[in-house]
């Protein structure tokens, strides 16, 4: 991070407000992406964070959804200190929790800039959260996901090979 740490002109201030995430694999990466959207100033994020409307996303959305989680990573935000696995910041029952740091004598937000596909994004805020947070929101959306696509490729496959076995039956006959 781009400051010195004195205890007389740094405020951390805990932000953030409380949510409910609807039970959807795609809602849940949106929230995600809402929260990196928190984060950084990255363009777009609006539009794929609002989790609370998953239910209206076509399928090539949901593509955009699932590539962008990829390509944003939370090993990315981890290793720029953007985001903090560490159950000791986290408040009460919260898993994840947002944070503001300030200069208090000069008045400025401090931040950083990260490198993220070949652009340079400005971390805005810090968010602190635990294993679980990435797990519900992050893991097992994406293994979800793409567990079901796996089946639904696999599914047509033996589909079409059966259907061109019954082609060749009907010929031989």
């Known amino acids: 991070m781009c400051a010195f740490y004195n205890q007389n002109r740094m405020k951390v201030e805990a932000i ?5 995430i609807p039970d959807n694999d795609y809602a849940k990466l949106m ?12 363009d777009k994020m609006d539009i794929l964070g609002d989790y609370d409307r998953y239910y209206l996303l076509n399928a090539d959305q949901k593509d955009i959804i699932l590539k962008t989680c990829e390509v944003l990573n939370p090993k990315i935000f981890i ?6 696995v560490d159950e000791k910041l986290l408040p009460g029952n919260n898993s994840n929790q947002f944070y503001q740091i300030t200069d208090q004598r000069i008045g400025i937000h401090i ?4 490198m993220i596909g070949g652009r340079s994004v400005k971390v805005l805020k810090v968010m602190a959260c635990n294993i679980n947070w ?12 793409h567990r079901v696509k796996n089946f639904a ?10 259907s061109k076995e019954e082609e060749e039956e009907c010929i031989i006959w």
Not at 31 to 42: D, E, P, R, W
Not at 79 to 84: K, V, W
Not at 111 to 114: D, M, T
Not at 134 to 145: A, C, D, G, Q, V
């Open 134 to 145: 990435l797990n519900n929101y992050y893991i097992n959306p994406i293994k979800n996901i």
């Open 111 to 114: 931040n950083q800039h990260i």
């Open 31 to 42: 929230y995600y992406l809402s929260c990196v959207g928190s984060v950084i100033n990255y």
């Open 153 to 162: 490729f696999c599914f047509a496959k033996a589909l079409m090979d059966a």
């Open 16 to 20: 953030g407000r409380k949510v409910t």
């Open 79 to 84: 290793n720029a200190g953007a985001f903090i």
